[in-house]
């Protein structure tokens, strides 16, 4: 891809980790520089589980300030962190959650110049507060880009991956002018936890699967052969390692072990995986024969119940899907669309289970066509020129119990 078409736009950022930034997008930062487009950092934790807040809030803005980025765009939500082995975590609590070092609410060591906060004050430590700050900045925000931390094994990345999905699915659904373009990255397969592949002959990047991570991915519905790709620039490609951007970034964060997988880190480009926002649904009313049709028009791919111990054991991805009861025989989606649309994809994004769709039924403009869907990813497509179509219907023929994600897109 071409940095140009980040030029005169608006970038927001969303991090779980000061030190993240190196992770997710150093190198791209450092691109931006002469592209005449407004930065912003949201990281959504203190990092004080371990180090004190204060130096970590230090190491980032000296970090970030590297590679272009000023003090006053970067935002911290002022959250605590979680390491991945404990067994709590905010996004499992509706009421308070108190973290590992007994702070309930959030808060910021160098004052709230430097801190987002929650509708004027400090926000308790729960999930729906977590969300509604990030969906507060986003709509506040209303940039032309997003860049946020994907699914991989941490707590604190699935939370922040899965409450952004969240919250820009709810934006969405009450502004349908408003269809970003969104790019979600991985820290540990692609940088922290992967393979030492720099060259300054520009290779791509290549995919370490984490020992208790998802196959082939972090995220079950992402192909490694789309992803979007950007050329790190110059100063990220130098072979000399006291020339070489990431390095310097790498040395501002004293307090983190981070330096010490600096050859992993350091990538000859930047692997990011767009999500689509020009999902169709979310201008629809939707019926289901059965099971809670919400899931079928939100931002999320899945959810997870248990989001911990991601370095012993995989992720059960057991929620956010639209789940039909055993007894349906219709096993049926309705959509009505607010106005007549014009398609040529529906993805069918199906649960990580014994799932199997053998056939669909659709109906639509006095039409019943049968329909053998192409399975890939864990996600059933069918590819058809669809015209101006007001109402359409989907009757699923399976042989398991149907849990699904259900997305129309257009391409």
């Given at each position: ?5 980040f ?14 930034e ?16 407004l ?7 203190n ?40 067994s709590?975590?905010?996004y499992?609590?509706?009421d ?11 808060y910021?060591?160098?004052?709230n ?20 700050d ?19 094994s ?9 409450s ?17 373009v ?35 991915l972090?995220?079950p ?70 099971g ?5 028009n ?26 039909f ?25 199906a ?10 039924i ?17 996600t ?5 020129e669809f ?9 699923f ?13 257009v391409?």
């Amino acid at each position: 891809m071409n940095y140009d078409i980040f030029e005169n736009k608006k970038i927001v950022v969303f991090l779980p980790h000061q030190d993240d930034e190196i992770n997710i997008a150093y190198g791209l930062l450092e691109g931006l520089k002469d592209k005449n487009c407004l930065v912003k950092v949201v990281y959504s934790t203190n990092g004080d589980y371990v180090v004190k807040a204060k130096y970590r809030y230090k190491e980032a803005i000296d970090s970030l300030k590297l590679v272009g980025v000023s003090n006053e765009n970067i935002i911290f939500m002022g959250y605590s962190d979680q390491a991945t082995n404990n067994s709590t975590h905010l996004y499992h609590s509706n009421d308070a959650w108190v973290s590992n070092n007994g702070v309930k609410n959030t808060y910021s060591p160098l004052g709230n110049d430097y801190h987002y906060l929650h509708f004027g004050k400090h926000a308790e430590f729960n999930k729906e507060n977590f969300i509604m700050d990030i969906y507060q900045i986003l709509k506040e925000e209303q940039a032309d880009f997003l860049i946020c931390i994907d699914f991989d094994s941490h707590s604190d990345h699935r939370a922040l991956s899965l409450s952004f999905e969240k919250a820009l699915g709810q934006l969405m659904h009450e502004n349908e002018l408003y269809r970003p373009v969104v790019y979600k990255a991985f820290a540990y397969p692609t940088s922290y936890k992967g393979v030492s592949d720099f060259s300054v002959w520009n290779p791509s990047t290549k995919n370490n699967v984490e020992e208790f991570g998802l196959q082939p991915l972090e995220n079950p519905y992402y192909s490694w052969s789309e992803r979007v790709r950007f050329v790190q620039p110059k100063g990220a490609r130098a072979f000399l390692l006291s020339k070489n951007i990431y390095f310097k970034g790498l040395l501002k964060h004293k307090s983190q072990y981070i330096l010490n997988v600096y050859d992993k880190v350091i990538n000859s480009d930047i692997v990011f995986f767009e999500r689509k926002t020009n999902n169709l649904l979310f201008n629809a009313s939707i019926e289901t024969s059965s099971g809670d049709s919400s899931y079928l028009n939100d931002f999320m791919l899945f959810d997870c119940s248990d989001i911990m111990y991601g370095d012993s054991k995989l992720p059960l991805l057991d929620k956010g899907y639209t789940v039909f009861e055993k007894e349906d025989k219709k096993k049926s989606i309705n959509v009505s669309f607010h106005k007549p649309s014009s398609f040529n994809c529906i993805k069918i994004y199906a649960s990580l289970d014994e799932v199997k769709i053998d056939k669909i039924i659709l109906l639509y403009n006095g039409k019943k066509e049968d329909v053998t869907p192409v399975f890939l990813n864990n996600t059933y497509i069918i590819k058809k020129e669809f015209d101006r179509i007001k109402d359409i219907s989907l009757q699923f023929i399976s042989s398991s119990l149907l849990m699904m994600i259900f997305a129309m897109i257009v391409f």
